[in-house]
């Protein structure tokens, strides 16, 4: 099948087309409230920039990973999926065969406003502060840590959800709670770092690093549940086991490689980007299907 880089489908209503994803309201059906659809596309951003090539099966690798995760901690903590299939809510032929194996069905929740990030190692924008501050997210951490260095224990480092177009920011724990309100932000705290050690020692069985990740969480009849993707090489970054080594920054099962013929290009990170060679594009799909893979156990096959 080709590649899926933008829906439009006719029997739900467009809500946002983010950089990668759809997201569709589905009207009431019967006792059923309204839910939405998200719908994870084969668009890949890279330096805030949606490229013009898709990466084939992307979107149905993130969907797969993020229904394996969410599934998996469902003991940890409750979650927006609706069971049932789509035919339930989509009577459109063309419109199922868009988002077949990419659409994940949910529950309309409050998106709580700051993102919930963990890191159980020193890489990326913490190595950055790291390098200038000896803190992480104002975290202050002991001297002599490398780039890639395992962290003495994992760091709850949320940031802020930016409208479309700006920056994430990282803030400290202290200013989450005064976004968040004191009692959610240290459930979100704990329940972060529940499921990143939930989530670290499965990767690990797997011999892969889960090296840093972002969950989302929102609101639900009063409770607050786990929302978004999870676990994903799109929101998360996992390294090789074998691969790992302090000092050097390990290759991860993403978009990395894109971003590295990115800046080897020349290219000034303005749109539009250049057009990725074939070989760039089905080298990208193969770490996401690997990652679906070592994570899952499975044989890609969708």
């Known amino acids: 099948m080709e590649p899926i880089f933008k829906t ?57 990973i993020s229904d394996f995760w969410t599934r998996k901690f469902s003991d940890l903590v409750p979650n927006h999926l609706l069971e049932g299939g789509l ?10 065969a868009q988002v077949r194996d990419r659409a994940i069905l949910c529950r309309i929740c409050e998106p709580l406003p700051v993102e919930a990030i963990v890191r159980g190692y020193l890489v990326g924008s913490g190595w ?3 390098q200038s501050r000896g803190t992480v997210c104002s975290i202050p951490l002991p001297q002599g840590l490398k780039q890639a260095s395992r962290l003495p224990r994992p760091l709850f480092t949320p940031s802020t959800k930016a409208e479309q177009g700006a920056h994430d920011e990282n803030i400290s724990p202290e200013r989450a709670a005064e976004i968040l309100g004191r009692e959610t932000a240290q459930e979100v705290e704990r329940l972060s770092l529940k499921l990143y050690e939930a989530g670290a020692a499965w990767a690990a069985s797997r011999g892969i690093i889960l090296a840093d990740t972002k969950f989302e969480f929102g609101r639900l009849d009063g409770r607050i549940v786990l929302i978004d993707e999870v676990l994903t090489p799109d929101s ?8 790992w080594k302090e000092g050097s920054n390990p290759p ?25 060679p074939r070989e760039v594009i089905d080298r990208t799909r193969s770490k996401y299907v690997e990652a679906y893979e070592r994570v899952t156990g499975e044989r890609w096959n969708f």
């Open 87 to 96: 035919e339930a809510w989509l009577d459109d032929p063309s419109d199922l």
């Open 252 to 276: 991860s099962f993403d978009k990395q490689y894109v971003r590295d013929w990115l800046e080897a290009s020349g290219w000034d990170k303005k749109a539009p980007a250049p057009r990725l």
């Open 236 to 243: 998360s970054r996992f390294w090789p086991a074998d691969a």
């Open 128 to 130: 950055k502060e790291y």
């Open 8 to 64: 439009q489908l006719k029997g739900a209503k467009l809500l946002n087309r983010g950089k990668v994803r759809d997201i569709y309201e589905l009207p009431a059906r019967g006792k059923a409230p309204k839910a939405l659809l998200l719908v994870a596309t084969d668009r890949l951003s890279a330096f805030d920039v949606v490229l013009d090539d898709p990466i084939p099966d992307k979107g149905k690798v993130l969907t797969r």
